[in-house]
């Protein structure tokens, strides 16, 4: 089945609404951003329109789609927040505010999120556990200071 990626003015196409959906579990301070989830739903329909024109398969046609559509959001420094929160602060910030605070957290962190190339691997590389350690710093100071 080809994937539409024409709407209505001001809805999204079948890559808006999947993208969208991924950004609010792993990105939500990106949901906003109407021109990059449209920009992005865009090249995915394209990467699989080219795909079928060049004889791929409906499952790679996706699959090349797909890899435009997340390209550089596969690692989220929201879930990682999340995540710190429940197993680091989990006496201090119950686990179902754990969202909540990380989005409060998220833009105080720039700082030590400017040090490190986020890329879709890096949560497999060595400096990632460098960077969890930083931010359990931040929010500590941060949680002291009172600022969450």
Known sequence: MAKNNSSPKGELSYYGLSLLSYLSDS??????????ITKRADLAAEAYSEAIRNGLTHIEAEELANA???QGLHFSVYNTLVNILWDEFSVEIPEDTARKVALQVLPLCGN???KYPLG?????????DLLYTELVGTIQILLEDGAV
């Open 27 to 36: 990105h939500p301070d990106k949901t906003g951003d109407k021109a990059f």
């Open 68 to 70: 435009e559509l997340y």
């Open 112 to 114: 030590v999120l400017a």
């Open 120 to 128: 879709d691997d890096f949560a497999d590389t060595p400096a990632y």
